[in-house]
């Protein structure tokens, strides 16, 4: 059974940092891309960053670009989102995700897996 457990979610300032950590079991997390994936209050839920399986490859929203890192530790089956220089409007659920083939993808439709999320807010 694959499990996607996150953690990090709470309560930031803006301009503030918070880093996400996303533990996975269940499969051979080495040969699968890993992404994270955001659902603001009453927006649909959009790709932020993703990276490949060996971490040499990475995808990011243009609107964290810069201010967010993804990446991965494959001897521990985590995968990370440090979250710099925070603003209101990147408050929302974030869910760590797989998507089909183990390949990495952008769109919530090639996904195969979802944690249940943690929550992150930043305050003006």
């Known amino acids: 059974q694959v499990q996607l457990a996150e953690s990090g979610g709470g309560l930031v300032q803006a301009g503030g940092s918070l880093r996400l950590s996303c533990a996975v079991s269940?499969?051979?997390?080495?040969?699968?891309?890993m992404h994270w994936f955001r659902q603001a209050p009453g927006k649909e839920r959009e790709i932020v960053a993703g990276?490949?399986?060996?971490?040499?490859?990475?995808y990011y929203a243009d609107s964290v670009k810069g201010r967010f890192t993804i990446s991965r530790d494959n001897a521990k089956n985590t995968v990370d989102l440090q979250m710099n220089s925070l603003k209101p409007e990147d408050t929302a659920v974030y869910y760590c995700?797989?998507?089909?083939?183990?390949?990495?993808?952008?769109?919530?439709?090639?996904?195969?897996?979802w944690g249940k999320g943690t929550l992150v807010t930043v305050s003006s």
């Open positions: 269940g499969l051979t997390f080495s040969t699968y891309a």
């Open positions: 995700a797989i998507g089909r083939y183990g390949r990495l993808v952008t769109m919530e439709r090639e996904i195969n897996y």
């Open positions: 990276i490949n399986y060996s971490g040499q490859s990475t």
